[in-house]
Structure formats: C-alpha cells, structure tokens
C-alpha cells in the first residue's frame, strides 16, 4: 500500500501563484511515478503532469501551469507543483497518484485550489 497526502491548496487571486506538495509514504519502492491530475467543478478528471522517479516529468500543455520537483528517499517521496499566473479556469480539486506498472492505482484526497478575486 501507498498512502498519498496533498497539501498547498488555497484561495489565490488572478495572476497569483500557489505551490502543491504531496508526499507519499508506505511501499514507495513499488511505484515508478507521481501525478498530478485535476477536477474542475462540472468537468472530468484532467491530467496534468507526472515525473518518474529519474526525474523525467510529462507535463499536459492544457492544463500545467508550472513545474514539478520530485524527490525520493529510502522511506517517502515527495513531489511539488509550482502553479504561476493562475486564472478561474484552474479552480479545481488537484489530486497527487501514484503509478504502478502504466496504471495510477493510489490517490491522495485531494486539495482545493480556488483563483478568484
């Protein structure tokens, strides 16, 4: 099993930044990859990015609106999303995921980001 925890969530206005951080802990060494994935109020789930555990990150051209920075140690890892120049649009709920063999079997609760004035 693999427990996932997002934080960083909040109310920015318009143009504002905010930074996500989500850390996974318990059988980590299973895992090749941490995602990000948004849903929007009224839309489906939404990909926004992924990096694999050498770094190598995916980013959505549509929905990213920053960088990821992951980390790992022997017991947890860690990754950041950095989100600039924020509009409405990107109000949702972010969800952290964990991959498995191609599939994102573990998922965070998620945290709420709201852009508005």
């Known amino acids: 099993q693999v427990q996932l925890e997002e934080s960083g969530g909040g109310v920015v206005q318009p143009g504002g930044s905010l930074r996500l951080s989500c850390t996974a802990s318990g059988r980590v060494s299973d895992t090749d990859a941490l995602a990000w994935y948004r849903r929007a109020p009224g839309k489906d789930r939404e990909f926004v990015g992924d990096?694999?555990?050498?770094?190598?990150?995916?980013y959505n051209a549509s929905t990213t609106k920053g960088q990821f920075y992951i980390q790992r140690d022997s017991t947890k890892a860690t990754i950041l999303y950095h989100m600039d120049k924020l509009e409405p649009e990107d109000t949702a709920v972010y969800y952290c995921t964990a991959r498995v063999d191609s599939r994102y079997v573990y998922w965070g609760q998620g945290t709420q980001v709201t852009v508005s004035e």
């Open positions: 990096c694999e555990w050498d770094g190598i990150c995916t």
